[in-house]
């Protein structure tokens, strides 16, 4: 039985491929630090439990196609409070975590041949959902040595095209930690203008920025509200990944009309997890202060610990809880198979995401690799630890070989 | 800002559709019955609110993209306890209901220009699901006078193309209610195999055939098991619609890879809402009996209560909790109008689905109605009624005029 051409176009996700080796070394008793996946270890708020657990209808209904308006209302508070962007429930559709959010919003805007923009290294399971609609990922170079930084005029004009139909920006970036400047937000939004593009801005992890950069949005620029579509969802934001609760947000109501048919098409998003969520969006601000102290400290203490490493390449990231490292060294999957299955330091070793899977571009990010700082600060400084003495073990095993 | 060609060609969900005029009515105090969706107002089994209450990890964690391991577990038991067949959690992948399995598998196997078989009048969102991928449907047409069968091999051979890559089976069906006899599974299954297709068994209501018929899958055919992939959920089975828990199950390996691809990019389904549903998996074999007896009674009021319309066609459904009813009109959205914006017996009126939103043939349906009897006996012995006598008075009505 043959499967799609885009199926096998798709590609496993890079991030999960190690796990059945790590779980084979996990088994037999060795501890490893997990900064391959962006799972926090910080605690879900006690607010979105004690509000599924007071739920007490008895029956287990559909909800809104669109979405329980409690919960629309409550990401509307959110907005207007915390970065005074009027969203009104009727511009927002709940989705299945932000994946499902893109994946729809690229089923709602592209023909196939479509092309996206992206700066590369990009999250990439963007692949898949823009393969899903048989579009096209156009990668926008960066570069290690500058911090991966993307948003300038020459850069994005570059790699146009007549069928360029969209720019995402992640932001912060996934997997770069990068955050955007307010004048790089205003350069790309001008482009999107001058060329008629949708702006996608992914912004999952809006609060998680750093060095006395204030959270903004690309929502607070007026001019692009008719071509802008917010990305969000709970589960960075609040740890809760496994809640699944993510939405669209836009002022362009063609866009509305258009994912609401997909939408309706698969019901509704789940009912309990909607309730739990929208108390999330009720936490007062002093909660993302507290979380951004957090993830900031843990940023602090991994760069601290990398940069001791002799020839790494590493700009300080500016917000999200991811670092990309560039390391001196030819093949990170290589390097991370030797940690996996060779290196230990007390019966322990570490994990991270080699890199080369967040660049669409065959061949390209070989040498770097993407930590997730999710751990607590004295976890995350040993499992940098780890991988500086496991990569001189690695060189050291290099040489001799 | 254009949208894709695919979103244009996308219609708003038929039954929906009615919902803000319905809302409105209810809201100046009058009652209405509806049979116009889906939603049971069964009790969802208590064991589902136990699990999730009972769940007490810190961090609401990702859940693996395949599914929980406890869930994937009670769905092979329950598979082997109930019809003795043998998957293994391997061969299943969790979903967010049953529509999200639906558009992962058309993404799976379906290239641009592919066409999907599947019996006319069909639960609507299938276009949806098929034009995300660029896939056509092709209707087999059938007729309310013979019940809506379909499964004869001249009647499936008769719109076979070159392009046919899949048969859909809604078993028992919606909006029809027609359960296959296992003589007709076996001639859809014998006709998959001449001429190579899928065959997606979409068995959502399987526990729900009445008049000593045994419930029974397409996956209890041995020489299908390759090209065969099931659908399922606890949506109806459980009154758990708001779970949004469903799942595809297939032996088919290279479909597995391929669905598992598009659950990886999602990442994962709710994580709570899978706990839940394991439990509902457990339930004894008692359970589906009460539940058949409860729809089976159900059926029979509105049936009797229908049969008393003069010059109705409508076939007594052996499956599902859909009835299809062809009545003598020409039009049933204007009749639906006249029920809810008119038509008052004791400050009550009554809702159903008419059933043109269910044809993709352009004029199909128009003098047909879909009713879910998923209200208790009593209220639906009532709603059949109203349906009657709002008949009489629509008739009277357009005498007159």
């Not at 308006?69 to 970065?83: G, K, P, S, T």
């Not at 660049?359 to 993407?370: C, W």
């Amino acid at each position: 039985m043959k499967l799609s051409r885009n199926s096998e176009a798709m590609q496993f996700s890079p991030i999960r491929k190690f796990n059945p080796i790590a779980t084979e070394v996990e088994n037999s008793g060795v501890k490893i630090y997990h900064l391959n996946i962006g799972q926090p270890d910080v605690k879900t708020p006690e607010c979105f439990a004690a509000a599924v657990n007071a739920y007490d209808e008895d029956v287990l209904a559909y909800q809104q196609s669109q979405g329980d308006i409690n919960f629309l209302e409550a990401v509307c508070d959110y907005y207007r409070r915390e970065y005074g962007i009027e969203y009104k429930p009727t511009d927002i559709v709940v989705t299945m975590g932000a994946s499902e959010a893109l994946t729809m919003t690229f089923t709602t805007i592209l023909d196939p041949g479509d092309e996206v923009l992206i700066a590369e290294p990009f999250y990439s399971n963007y692949c898949t959902f823009v393969l899903t609609t048989g579009g096209v990922v156009r990668p926008i170079p960066t570069t290690s040595t500058e911090g991966y930084r993307y948003a300038s005029k020459e850069r994005l004009e570059a790699v146009i095209s007549d069928k360029t139909k969209a720019i995402v920006c992640i932001n912060p970036g996934n997997p770069t930690g990068l955050a955007l400047t307010p004048e790089e937000m205003e350069t790309v939004a001008d482009f999107a203008i001058e060329h008629d593009l949708w702006l996608i801005a992914d912004e999952a992890y809006r609060e998680y920025v750093y060095d006395g950069m204030k959270p903004h949005s690309f929502a607070n620029i007026d001019r692009i509200s008719d071509r802008l579509i917010v990305i969000d969802s709970v589960s960075k934001r609040f740890s809760a990944c496994g809640a699944r609760i993510g939405f669209a947000a836009s002022k362009n109501e063609d866009y509305i009309t258009g994912i609401i048919k997909l939408a309706q098409s698969r019901l509704c998003v789940s009912t309990i997890d909607q309730i739990g969520s929208a108390e999330l969006f009720k936490l007062p601000h002093s909660y993302y202060e507290e979380m951004n102290k957090e993830y900031c400290g843990r940023r602090d203490a991994a760069y601290e610990e990398i940069m001791q490493i002799p020839d790494v390449i590493c700009h300080k990231p500016g917000g999200a809880f991811y670092m990309m490292i560039d390391l001196p060294i030819d093949d990170a999957e290589d390097f991370l198979m030797f940690l996996l299955t060779e290196y230990r330091d007390n019966n322990e070793t570490v994990m991270f995401a080699p890199a080369g899977g967040f660049y669409a571009t065959p061949g390209k990010g070989k040498s770097e690799i993407r930590i997730a700082y999710v751990l607590e600060k004295e976890y995350i400084k040993r499992a940098c630890e780890l991988i500086r003495t496991g990569l001189e073990a690695y060189m050291a095993k290099n040489v001799q070989e």
